[in-house]
């Protein structure tokens, strides 16, 4: 079946870049998103790639997709304290359907 | 426009119990799934209702079902509960448009405890 997988935790200090990773096994992957998630919020959807882009970007947010490698990356320029939450990657065939979520990495932003 | 609406926030149950949660989609969203939370398991998919009708279901028990009324508005029901159902219950609808586009929008949750 599909497995997404995610680092468990990345600590950075505030202002620099923070870099978070994520891979997956379903080659019919044709949606992956990025969310987050504060404490006790739900999901807030960050941004989306479609699987024939190598990259996108939307102000402070940079998604890398390697296809072939099946790895997807989130950086976050000039992170801000603002930032720390959990971050997941999901995966999905259709859009928006049945998506499959990594484990989610903590992010913590050090003043 | 108002997002996804959970209710209740919190739960508190005894094994043995039945459960109803309620989510109302965002207006004009015609699709409403449903996600379980747990630290163990992370989120898993529970199942999508479309025009009233289960469109895809995750790998759950039969005690978990849901339903969705002529306004897009959901319930999910869990019955005979355990407490290993206790979990953030998510909700996400979406326009279902079929538009590339198309995102997944989420509520806040429920949070189930079950004693």
């Known amino acids: 079946g599909e497995d997404v997988e995610q680092s468990l935790f990345l600590s950075v200090r505030e202002g620099d870049s923070s870099v978070i990773n994520c891979t997956y096994t379903d080659s019919s992957s044709t949606y992956l998103y990025w969310y987050k998630q504060e404490p006790g919020a739900g999901l807030q959807l960050l941004t989306y790639i479609f699987s024939n882009m190598d990259m996108k970007q939307d102000q402070r947010l940079t998604v890398l997709l390697n296809k072939k490698d099946k790895h997807l990356s989130l950086r976050i320029a000039d992170t801000q304290t603002g930032d720390s939450a959990i971050y997941f990657c999901?995966?999905?065939?259709?859009?928006?359907?049945?998506?499959?979520f990594g484990g989610g990495t903590r992010l913590m932003v050090k003043p | 426009k108002a997002g996804v609406t959970q209710t209740p926030r919190y739960l508190i149950k005894t094994r043995g119990q039945q459960v109803t949660l309620s989510c109302s989609p965002i207006s004009g969203h015609r699709s409403v799934s449903w996600y379980q939370q747990t630290p163990g398991q992370g989120l898993q998919f529970l199942f999508e209702?479309?025009?009233?009708?289960?469109?895809n279901k995750g790998n759950f028990p039969g005690r978990f079902s849901g339903r969705q009324f002529s306004n897009s508005r959901s319930e999910m029901n869990v019955s005979t509960l355990e407490l290993g159902d206790s979990a953030l219950y998510l909700c996400?609808?979406?326009?279902?448009?079929?538009?590339?586009?198309?995102?997944?929008?989420f509520g806040s949750g429920t949070q189930l405890s079950v004693l």
């Open positions: 999901a995966e999905s065939y259709n859009a928006g359907n049945m998506l499959t």
């Open positions: 209702y479309f025009s009233e009708t289960q469109r």
């Open positions: 996400a609808s979406r326009n279902a448009t079929g538009t590339l586009n198309e995102k997944l929008f």
